[in-house]
C-alpha cells in the first residue's frame, strides 16, 4: 500500500544534541512538507519542498534543517538551536502543492531529556 | 491578519445525538477549505476539500458546508467511532493555515 512512513515513532533528544526525523513516501507525490503540532495551536509549516533538490522555510523554520536528495525522503534535523523542540512532528505529501490534499504520515513525538 | 478559528474546542455527544463543528476564517483570497480528521497519536486523515460558498460534500455521517465565512461539519447520529479531532485548513493566496481543532467524543 501507497504512504508516508516517519520514524522513530518517539525521540528523545539530549541538551545540544542533533536529532534526525525521517519521512519516506512511496505515493509518488513531488511535493513534501514538515509540520510541527503543540497542544492547543494549529499545525505549523517548518520547511517544505516542491522538487528535488530544492526546499523553501516555513513560518518556523529557525533551529531546523531539511534536504531532499531523493523523490521519496525528506528528512527533518531537529538542531540545538531549537530551543523549545518538545512536540508533535507530522510529515506530509501532496502530488504537486499546498493547494491540493495532504497525506500525512503517523507522526514522531520529540521530547527533550 | 490571515486566520482561522474552530469551535467548540471541545464537544461531548451521545450516540445518535447529530451536531455541527464551525471553521471560521478570515483571508485574504480562499483558494480552498479542507477538512481533516485526527485520532490520537496519529497523523491527520484527509476528508472534504471545499472550493466555492454553496458548495457541500458528504461522507457517510459528516456533510461539509461553506459560505463566504465559515464552514460547518455537520455529524448525522454520530456514533463512537466518529471521536477524534476535527482540523480545518484554509489555503489563501499562498499557503495553508490550520485551525486549532475540535476535540469530538461520542459515548455510547
Known amino acids: 500500500d501507497g504512504g508516508i512512513t516517519q520514524s522513530p515513532k518517539y525521540l528523545f533528544r539530549k541538551e545540544g544534541q542533533n536529532v534526525t526525523l525521517s519521512c519516506e513516501q512511496n505515493l509518488n507525490h513531488d511535493a513534501m512538507y514538515w509540520y510541527r503540532q503543540d497542544p492547543g495551536q494549529g499545525l505549523r509549516l517548518i520547511y517544505y519542498?516542491?522538487?528535488?533538490?530544492?526546499?523553501q522555510k516555513g513560518d518556523i523554520a529557525e533551529g531546523y534543517s531539511v534536504s531532499r536528495e531523493k523523490k521519496e525522503s525528506f528528512p527533518l534535523t531537529v538542531t540545538s538551536a531549537q530551543k523549545n523542540p518538545t512536540a508533535f512532528y507530522l510529515c506530509?505529501?501532496?502530488?504537486?502543492?499546498?493547494?491540493?490534499?495532504?497525506?500525512f504520515g503517523s507522526g514522531t513525538q520529540l521530547s527533550v531529556l | 491578519e490571515d486566520q482561522v478559528t474552530q469551535s467548540p474546542e471541545a464537544l461531548r455527544l451521545q450516540e445518535g445525538e447529530s451536531s455541527s463543528l464551525n471553521c471560521s476564517y478570515t483571508v485574504s483570497g480562499l483558494r480552498g477549505l479542507f477538512w481533516y480528521r485526527q485520532d490520537p497519536g496519529k497523523g491527520p486523515e484527509f476528508l472534504f476539500t471545499l472550493y466555492s460558498a454553496g458548495e457541500e460534500k458528504e461522507k457517510e455521517r459528516l456533510k461539509a458546508t461553506l459560505t463566504k465565512k465559515e464552514s460547518f461539519l455537520h455529524i448525522t447520529a454520530p456514533k463512537p467511532e466518529d471521536s477524534a479531532t476535527y482540523l480545518c485548513?484554509?489555503?489563501?493566496?499562498?499557503?495553508?493555515?490550520f485551525g486549532t481543532g475540535t476535540r469530538l467524543q461520542v459515548f455510547p
Open positions: 506530509a505529501s501532496s502530488i504537486t502543492g499546498v493547494d491540493e490534499k495532504l497525506f
Open positions: 485548513a484554509v489555503h489563501n493566496t499562498d499557503k495553508l493555515i
Open positions: 519542498s516542491q522538487i528535488v533538490n530544492d526546499f
